[in-house]
Nanobody, 119 residues
Framework: VQLQASGGGLVQAGGSLTLSCAAS?????VGWFRQAPGKEREFVGT????????EYADSVRGRFSISRDNAKSTAYLQMNSLKPEDTAVYYC????????????????WGQGTQVTVSS
């Protein structure tokens, strides 16, 4: 499975941004993670491809939303009410197993896309 993440950029606090993750090959779960400078990579959210059910980290729940388009084999991370602390490199990852908040459970990773939120 190959993943191509895109859509990052610079946005003002309170703004919105949508990231895309195009997947080639079959996948059961897509997760989004992020890594801020000087910090460890952390879980953002995940979507089960078949059911569309999602889970989110507490820090983004209610502001971020994950969806997928089966026809395009693409997952999306819609980010609203962005805060400067959301600044990070965002990664999408895919798993052929169960949805997980742990990056160890994801076998395939995209290249990351930078999101910068200015105050």
């Amino acid at each position: 499975v190959q993943l191509q993440a895109s859509g990052g950029g610079l946005v003002q606090a309170g703004g919105s941004l949508t990231l895309s993750c195009a997947a080639s090959g079959r996948t059961f779960t897509v997760g989004w993670f992020r890594q801020a400078p000087g910090k460890e990579r952390e879980f953002v959210g995940t979507i089960r491809w078949r059911s569309g059910s999602t889970e989110y980290a507490d820090s983004v729940r209610g502001r971020f939303s994950i969806s997928r388009d089966n026809a395009k084999s693409t997952a999306y991370l819609q980010m609203n009410s962005l805060k400067p602390e959301d600044t990070a490199v965002y990664y999408c990852a895919a798993s052929r197993g169960l949805a997980s908040h742990s990056e160890r459970e994801y076998e395939f990773w995209g290249q990351g896309t930078q999101v910068t939120v200015s105050s």
